[in-house]
């Protein structure tokens, strides 16, 4: 049997103790980290459920909103065709037009507009939402431009165009003001404008009985 000092035996008996110990630490640490690794797995998890449930949100916002714009387009073109396909004037129809809108938009306490306009107004408007409000512009723009039959064909689409502008700013006008007045005003001065232009003029259709006659 060795035989020790105290002070050698001290020595071992701490050694021993601080070696015993070692694995226990080794152990705390990696249990660590593997909690860590578990807590940062459960973040991800959940970082990617949210992800999911916004995009899922928008998507149902974003089909909700193309189910608004595709019943304006109905509803608004029959509006717009009981309007252009009267036997007036063009000056009378956008009278008529403003007119129609102004009582209406005082009606609902001045909150709805023209929906493809309030949409497009918004920030981040999608590419998909962009396609669709072009398209039921350029259906009511051909409405608008199948009842001028005092301008000549080749100007219809532009004049509708002009048309259609004009009365979706002055919708916002009317809104944000919370009167009618710059809707009423409005078409009072495109009407006047739009006579002046075509009016004195005849209509292609007028044109070509005249000559028939002659």
């Known amino acids: 049997m060795e035989h020790l000092s105290p002070k050698s035996q001290m020595t071992r008996t701490a050694m021993d103790l601080l070696s015993r110990s ?3 630490e080794v152990k705390i640490k990696e249990g660590g980290s593997a909690s860590a690794a578990s807590r940062e797995r459960g973040a991800s998890a959940a970082s990617r ?3 999911a449930s916004a995009a899922a ?20 073109g029959q509006w717009l065709r009981t309007v252009f396909h009267q036997r007036k004037t063009i000056a009378q129809k956008v009278v008529l037009l403003f007119n129609d809108a102004a009582a209406n938009l005082e009606t609902s306490g001045f909150t709805r507009g023209c929906p493809p306009a309030v949409v497009m107004s ?3 408007a999608s590419e998909e939402l962009r396609v669709v409000c072009r398209a039921v512009f350029a259906v009511w723009q051909d409405i608008i431009a199948a009842g001028l039959d005092e301008v000549r064909p080749a100007a219809r689409r532009e004049t509708a165009e002009l048309i259609l502008g004009a009365l979706e700013g002055a919708l916002i006008l009317s809104r944000a003001a919370a009167t009618k ?6 078409g009072r001065s495109l009407a006047g404008l739009l006579a002046r232009k075509f009016q004195a003029a005849p209509s292609g259709r007028k044109a070509k009985r005249s000559r028939r006659k002659r």
């Open 122 to 124: 918004q920030v981040g």
């Open 181 to 186: 007045e710059p809707l009423l005003r409005s």
């Open 57 to 76: 949100q928008r998507r149902a916002k974003l089909e909700l909103t193309l189910v608004t714009v595709k019943e304006a387009e109905r509803d608004i």
């Open 22 to 24: 070692r694995p226990a």
């Open 49 to 51: 459920e949210g992800e």
